[in-house]
């Protein structure tokens, strides 16, 4: 290609995608650290429109139809600093421009691990951790010797995907290929894994009114792990869907223990270093198990982080991406509890109507943002994942026990109407 004009001082190449970060929140925590070279797939449907909005804060680059080799020749003619990027969709492919442009981040043979389920497990076991039964199988066609040796109850998901999309219980074999065909229908394709339910702990474990799991948000820089925080949950909508987070977790001192051990030898079993993590973790009555190791960190964490102990978890992404020490520290102090709802409609509604209440929400004490995430006559479906919620709620309350308020005024004071 042509001469480029590259801006000057430190410049990061960004692998862009609209259903990640914001793009608003990514130039705030890149402005006094570098210039970002944007890098976008336009092949994807909601990426060419914001292709303007990046163009103001840095040079945009498609490497839609490119081969690899065509990617990095592109990207190196810039000289970037670093490369990132915060969505799984994108991992693989920046880890193997990172590779060919000798930039930090994840390798090739990591990022395939941290995006690909079935390879993941594989590794974990080999470490010594503990993993459920699995086998992987075909949308079109599934192995009954395989399952059967899997046993029920099941948990059946794609083999790469985010969000708990296409992710669903199963109790038979036969309930199994029902759902594998209905994922068929509605456009999946490709390899699923099937894996045994991970046993629930004891209602209660995790916190009152609160889900038996959790997440921990890590910084990897030079084999030093450090755990920035430790994000509960509220309990899931069906099947798998996420309807809220915040931090820190309601966790006994010893499970917080066991849990960060986990996470730690997590990472290290799939050689983790220089990346920001989100590892899903899932108390059981014989100890903590690994649910996923996501590598990047997990949406919504970074605001809940600066909420709680005003941390920059997205600067330190990037901070690591150019090779600077980041500036984060283990288990900071919590100054406040922060919170993240996803607010999903119930399920006999499947085209939205209307959204009552949201007025009167967004006035409550320890609300700050309520935001619509889906439109007036949108399909509504539970296949969407957390991607589908109707509605989110963000802010800070004082105690777990506020948030349980703040929970019970959204089931209260909102009504998602439809049909």
Request: aromatic share 6%.
């Amino acid at each position: 290609m042509g001469e480029v004009e590259r801006p000057q001082g430190p410049l990061l190449a960004y692998f862009y995608h609209p259903r990640s970060f914001a793009t608003l929140s990514l130039t705030r925590a890149m402005r006094e650290r570098t210039t970002p070279l944007w890098l976008v797939d336009s092949t994807h449907p909601d990426t060419r429109p914001m292709t303007r909005l990046l163009s103001r804060s840095g040079p945009v680059v498609d490497l839609a139809g490119l081969t690899d080799d065509e990617s990095a020749a592109t990207v190196a003619a810039y000289v970037p600093d670093g490369i990132l990027t915060l969505a799984d969709a994108h991992l693989v492919r920046t880890a193997d421009l990172a590779n060919r442009l000798e930039l930090p981040f994840h390798s090739p043979r990591v990022a395939r691990l941290l995006t690909d389920k079935s390879r993941q497990r594989d590794a974990l076991e080999a470490a010594g951790l503990r993993v459920p039964r699995r086998c992987v199988v075909r949308v079109e066609q599934v192995d009954r010797d395989a399952v059967a040796e899997v046993g029920f109850p099941a948990v059946v998901k794609p083999r790469v995907g985010e969000a708990s999309r296409f992710t669903e219980p199963v109790g038979s074999i036969d309930e199994l290929e029902s759902r594998l065909r209905e994922f068929r229908d509605d456009g999946a394709s490709g390899d699923y894994v099937v894996e045994s339910y991970i046993p629930d702990a004891p209602v209660g474990r995790a916190g009152d009114g609160f889900a038996g799991y959790v997440s921990v948000e890590s910084v990897t820089t030079n084999g030093e792990i450090r755990h920035v925080a430790v994000t509960g949950r509220t309990p899931p909508a069906w099947p798998f869907r996420e309807t809220g987070f915040f931090i820190p977790a309601q966790l006994t001192p010893d499970d917080l223990d066991e849990v960060l051990t986990v996470a730690s030898n997590a990472l290290r079993a799939l050689d983790v270093d220089g990346a920001c993590t989100h590892t899903e973790i899932k108390l059981t009555p014989s100890g903590p198990v690994v649910i996923e190791v996501n590598g990047r960190i997990g949406g919504g964490v970074p605001e809940m982080v600066e909420r709680a102990t005003g941390q920059d978890l997205l600067g330190a992404a990037i901070d690591v991406a150019l090779g600077r020490s980041p500036d984060v520290a283990h288990l900071a102090p919590v100054q406040q509890l922060a919170y993240l709802l996803y607010v999903h409609a119930p399920d006999s509604v499947h085209r939205l109507a209307r959204v009552e209440g949201l007025d009167v929400l967004a006035t409550a004490e320890g609300v700050d943002e309520v935001m619509l995430n889906r439109s007036i006559g949108d399909i509504l479906h539970w296949s969407d994942g957390n991607h589908g919620h109707v509605f989110s709620v963000a802010g800070s309350v004082r105690s777990h026990d506020e948030l349980r308020r703040i929970l019970h005024e959204v089931n209260e004071r909102v009504a998602i109407v439809g049909g």
